[in-house]
C-alpha cells in the first residue's frame, strides 16, 4: 500500500518540549505573546478570530509521541479570550509539566 503525500496543512511534526508555557496563555493576552510564546498559528480564521495548532508531545514514562490540537480564540483587541485542547490528554499533559 503507498502512502499518501500530504501537503504542509497535514504535517503534524514538532514535538514541544516545553508544554508548561501553554499555561501562560490566558485570558487578555496580546497576539504577540501567544506567538512569542507558543510560535505561529498552522492557520488562523479571520472570520471566527482563531488561531489553530498541531503539536506533538510526548508521552508521560514513555517513548511514545501524541499529536495534540490546539485552538485560541481572540476578542475584538487581538487578546485571548479562550484557548482550548481538542482532547483532555492534552491538557493533563501541559499540567503535569514541570
Known amino acids: ?9 497535514f504535517q503534524r511534526d514538532g514535538v514541544m ?3 508548561q508555557r ?11 505573546e501567544v506567538v512569542r510564546l507558543i510560535g505561529r498559528p498552522l492557520e488562523s480564521g479571520p472570520a471566527d478570530g482563531a488561531w489553530n495548532y ?3 508531545f510526548r508521552l508521560p514514562r514513555s517513548q ?5 490540537q490546539y485552538k485560541v480564540v481572540f476578542d ?3 487578546r485571548v479570550e ?3 485542547w481538542r482532547r483532555h490528554q492534552c491538557l493533563d499533559i ?5
Open 1 to 9: 500500500m503507498e502512502l499518501p503525500d500530504y501537503d504542509e496543512p
Open 17 to 19: 518540549s516545553q508544554p
Open 22 to 32: 501553554f499555561r501562560q496563555i490566558v485570558p487578555g493576552l496580546p497576539a504577540a
Open 54 to 56: 498541531n503539536f506533538t
Open 64 to 68: 511514545n509521541y501524541m499529536v495534540c
Open 76 to 78: 475584538a483587541e487581538q
Open 82 to 84: 479562550e484557548a482550548a
Open 94 to 98: 501541559v499540567n503535569g509539566a514541570q
